[in-house]
Nanobody, 118 residues
Framework: QVQLVQSGGGLVQAGGSLRLSCVAS????????MGWFRQAPGKEREVTAI???????YYADSVKGRFTISRDNAKNTVYLQMNSLKPEDTAVYYC????????????WGQGTQVTVSS
């Protein structure tokens, strides 16, 4: 059972940047898809970016061109680089893992707050 521990986040001004990190336990990190989700107050959790195990990526339209997901398999870590942040990016961000053989996100990080001031 993989466990995810997040770090990063905080308070930044609009236009600033942050990088989130998520470290996964286990020895089979490369066999997992990794994703970043976010949840703003009063809204449902939404997908932000996905890093497939095959090294392809997906981004929500709202963050395309501004956010970059990457992974370091040797360090069992996935990152979310967030540039040109906007107030509407304010949310709790979660990383998640999905085994290649599964169709659900089976492990979640504890969440980290990102607040962007106007």
């Amino acid at each position: 059972q993989v466990q995810l521990v997040q770090s990063g986040g905080g308070l930044v001004q609009a236009g600033g940047s942050l990088r989130l990190s998520c470290v996964a336990s286990g020895r089979t990190f490369s066999s997992y898809d990794m994703g970043w989700f976010r949840q703003a107050p009063g809204k449902e959790r939404e997908v932000t970016a996905i890093s497939w195990s095959g090294d392809t990526t997906y981004y929500a339209d709202s963050v395309k061109g501004r956010f970059t997901i990457s992974r370091d398999n040797a360090k069992n870590t996935v990152y979310l680089q967030m540039n040109s942040l906007k107030p509407e990016d304010t949310a709790v961000y979660y990383c998640a893992a999905r085994p290649i053989t599964a169709n659900t996100w089976s492990a979640w990080g504890q969440g980290t707050q990102v607040t962007v001031s106007s």
